[in-house]
């Protein structure tokens, strides 16, 4: 019946592609955490002329439109499973993936929602653009402009990837205010097509309304300019290795004065414990299916066979040579007496480079396998987008092992995967207390804990704990979100709190608090039939 309608109005049209039931809900209804969702049909948008008929449409027929960029949102989930009348239908903007430069020589450019990390590093390399593509660990094949919406960030100099976000235009829901794309009061005088002033001055004037299509249903954002971070001249990568658990604290004090003396020229930080380097290097010694975490012993003798420290932190330097060489003087001077310190540009690196590339095999082979996700890591932090974190979301799933050779793509293979993403004070005690809770929490549901912090500043500081399981197992899925239920909870009890949320706890969350009143009205006014993704980032909206 839906797809029938869908045929009589979209039929013949070239810039929509109409998707059934069975093939739109293995697309795009695959999670990883939970059955898939029913998708009852999916649009593919090639050209935005066709959104403000697809709007009225929505409006006239309740349906629900659930838009998206890449439908990548591993772990968080774009599509939601609630129990709204109508029928639900995803959006899929990623055929449109034209990229439209605004200026080469201050790194400025709109993208559309389907230009992908690779999508834009191939421009960039080929346009000769002297800038880098804001990459995450969610690889090549995300989108730049969804990941931006959901506020998400990266390792590049330009850490907050909204905040790079200088402009966007987008559709309304809203069957009164859908005829013509929402543009901001500083773009819509210009007669002349540049724009060049909204596209580079962030705030235009009058209340700023583009950021409420962040983490939101309010809107269909159909392109957005974003600032590039600059190619420095100079680049090195630090390894800081941390045998000693007890000096934790002392580790996070550095990082937080690495962070402020060196603001601008050190990237973002990140942390990591024993277990996560352990996810990282080696294969799950309990075998990828089994529901339960490493015993200490595993943990001593993979630590011992893959040199790995209880923490490491791995942080990258930017900028003219000379300021490269003071930087990495600064950070030898504060790690005294912590830990190993390597360089990515020092001769251990090269030299063990060379040698298990000269001989591939024993002992070696082990240290080449670490050496090329260290490049590839070093990659990352380059702004060359690359598959190196995606593995991790394959670390229980025992029908299909990574292989970074082809895409990964962790919903399509089944893999079990939550986020736990909240936001700690930067201070020692708070995340050793962090760190704890953690490690008491997730062993208890058969959760390994796995502890990432990632600092953007030096005030607060971002862990993003995977939740890994396998998916195809009922009572590991029941576990996972029990673990993630607990940890959210509890957590925020304890002053922690979640940056992003999924599509379930989303809507826990924010229940009754008087944002999502608020939220709710502004919703009213942007979508007054509550067509665009009820439910996606609210309990009622
Ligand atoms: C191993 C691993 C590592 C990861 N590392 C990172 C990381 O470093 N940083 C990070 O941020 N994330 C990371 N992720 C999480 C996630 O996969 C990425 O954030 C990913 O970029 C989001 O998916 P997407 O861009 O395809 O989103 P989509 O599914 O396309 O969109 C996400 C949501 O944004 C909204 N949206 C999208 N497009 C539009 C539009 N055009 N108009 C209006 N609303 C829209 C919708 O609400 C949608 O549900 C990681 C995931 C894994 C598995």
């Known amino acids: 019946m839906l797809i029938d309608v869908l045929k009589t109005h979209f039929n013949g049209v070239s810039s929509v592609e109409i998707i059934d039931t069975e093939l739109a809900t293995s697309l795009y209804g695959k999670t990883t955490f939970s059955e898939p969702v029913t998708v009852h049909a999916a649009l593919q948008v090639k050209e935005k002329s066709i ?24 772990g968080y989930g774009s599509v939601n499973n609630v129990d709204e009348c109508g029928s639900r239908i995803v959006l899929d903007l990623s055929p449109m993936n034209r990229i439209y430069p605004v200026s080469k020589e201050l790194g400025i450019l709109t993208v559309e929602p389907g230009v992908t990390q690779q999508i834009l590093a191939d421009y960039l390399e080929k346009q000769d653009w002297q800038f880098m593509t804001p990459v995450t660990g969610a690889g090549p094949n995300c989108s730049i402009l969804s990941n931006a919406l959901e506020r998400g960030y990266g390792i590049t100099p330009y850490t907050d990837h909204f905040s790079a976000v200088t402009s966007l235009k987008a ?35 009058g ?71 352990i996810a990282m290097v080696a294969d799950n010694p309990q075998g990828p299916g089994v529901h339960a975490v490493m015993n200490a012993q595993q943990v001593i003798s993979l630590g011992n066979k893959n040199h790995l420290p209880e923490w490491m932190v791995v942080g990258s330097i930017y900028g003219e040579p000379e300021i ?37 095999v024993g002992p070696l082979k082990n240290v080449r396998s670490q050496l090329q996700s260290l490049q590839e890591g070093i ?12 593995p991790l979301a394959y670390w229980r799933n025992p029908y299909k092992k990574a292989d970074k050779s082809k895409a990964l793509l962790p919903d399509q293979d089944a893999c079990g995967l939550l986020w736990y993403a909240p936001l700690i004070p930067m201070e ?17 549901y058969g959760i390994e804990p796995l502890i990432t912090f990632t600092n953007l500043r030096y005030d607060c500081v971002d862990s993003t704990v995977p939740i890994v399981f396998n998916l195809k197992d009922p009572d590991a899925l029941q576990a996972a979100h029990a673990c993630l239920d607990e940890l959210v909870e509890i957590g925020l ?27 709710g009205k502004l919703k009213m006014a ?3 039939n509550n067509v665009l993704a009820p439910g996606r980032y609210s309990s009622r909206y």
Do not use: H
């Open 428 to 444: 020692p005690e708070a995340m050793a207390n962090f760190v704890e809770f953690v490690r008491k929490t997730t062993p208890k």
């Open 171 to 205: 559709y309304l829901p809203n069957p009164d205010l859908c005829e013509s794309e929402y543009i901001s009061a500083t773009s819509s005088l210009d007669t002349s097509g540049v724009d060049f002033v909204d596209k580079t001055f962030k705030w235009g004037v």
């Open 324 to 360: 490269v060489r003071s930087a990495k003087k600064i950070v030898s001077r504060l790690c005294k007496g912590l830990g190993k310190l390597i360089f990515s540009d020092g001769i251990a690196i090269k030299a063990g480079t060379f040698l298990s590339n000269l001989v591939p």
């Open 207 to 277: 209340p700023y309304i583009e950021g409420l299509f962040t983490q939101s249903n309010f809107g269909i954002v159909t392109e957005a300019t974003i600032r590039l971070a600059p190619k420095p001249k100079g680049f090195c990568a630090f390894y800081i290795q941390c045998f000693d658990e007890s000096k934790f604290g002392q580790l996070v004090l550095l990082i937080r004065e690495v962070m402020r003396s060196l603001e601008g020229i050190v990237g973002s930080i990140n942390l990591m414990d024993k277990r996560r380097l």
């Open 379 to 390: 990659d990352i932090m380059q702004g060359k987008p690359n598959q190196v974190a995606l």
């Open 526 to 528: 942007f979508d007054p």
């Open 493 to 519: 009890r304890k002053g922690y709190v979640p940056y992003r949320l999924n599509v379930e706890q989303q809507r826990k969350l924010l229940a009754g608090q008087i944002s999502e009143e608020l939220s």
């Open 51 to 74: 959104i403000p008929t697809i709007i009225k449409l929505a409006n006239s027929q309740s349906w629900q439109l659930y838009p998206v960029s890449s439908c990548k949102n591993w």
